[in-house]
């Protein structure tokens, strides 16, 4: 952890599971030192509480023991560029019945501050770190997260982020919310 500032990786592979300990508390400490570190997670599918814990630590994707090296190397090329693994992410973050529905028009009943909060947590930001860029109390922020969750009818954060990706992925996105 000391040397993280100095070497200040892009991306972290981390196995959710270590000889030592666990890779998410890894990532959760990494993330704190330095959110900008992408948290590319290595697992396998029979970990939902792993997987969960991983998201809410702020992995940028998912990875099976068994991927090809190929496919290990764009995965972290595209984490590094700032991409978060949402097809891999929508199927775990989902949650139990594999799904979040992206319904016609939810988007449009945010708030404008409440989208500026979303397109932040969607980046993986805290609600710290969303305070700062929009000069509002993290309990502001909070607010405005649980706001969002209720409606569009989730329960976590990720699954607004991913919410938001399958959106822009289908055209229904809008610039920055309806007037408050």
């Known amino acids: 952890m000391r040397r993280i500032p100095a070497l200040r ?4 592979l981390l196995d959710v599971k270590l000889p030592d300990g666990s890779g998410v508390d890894v990532c959760r400490r990494v993330r704190g030192v ?11 599918y029979d970990d939902d509480e792993a997987r969960d814990a991983a998201l809410a630590a702020g992995a940028a ?12 190397v764009r995965d972290v090329r595209r984490v590094a560029r700032g991409d978060v693994l949402v097809s891999r992410v929508a199927d775990l973050a989902a949650g139990p019945d594999g799904d979040v529905d992206v319904e016609a028009g939810l988007l449009d009943r945010l708030t404008r501050q409440e989208r500026r909060v979303l397109d932040l947590v ?12 929009l000069g509002i109390s993290p309990k502001t922020v909070k607010n405005h997260v649980t706001s969002v969750l209720l409606k569009l009818g989730v329960r976590w ?18 610039p920055a919310g309806r007037p408050e």
Do not use: S
């Open 61 to 72: 994707g998912f990875v099976l023991k068994e991927v090809e090296v190929a496919d290990l």
């Open 122 to 133: 969607a980046e993986g930001l805290t609600n710290q770190q969303i305070g700062e860029a």
């Open 34 to 44: 330095d959110p900008a570190i992408a948290a590319l997670m290595i697992t396998t």
């Open 157 to 174: 954060r990720t699954q607004a982020a991913v919410y938001l990706a399958r959106a822009a992925g289908t055209g229904g996105t809008h």
């Open 9 to 12: 990786p892009d991306v972290m």
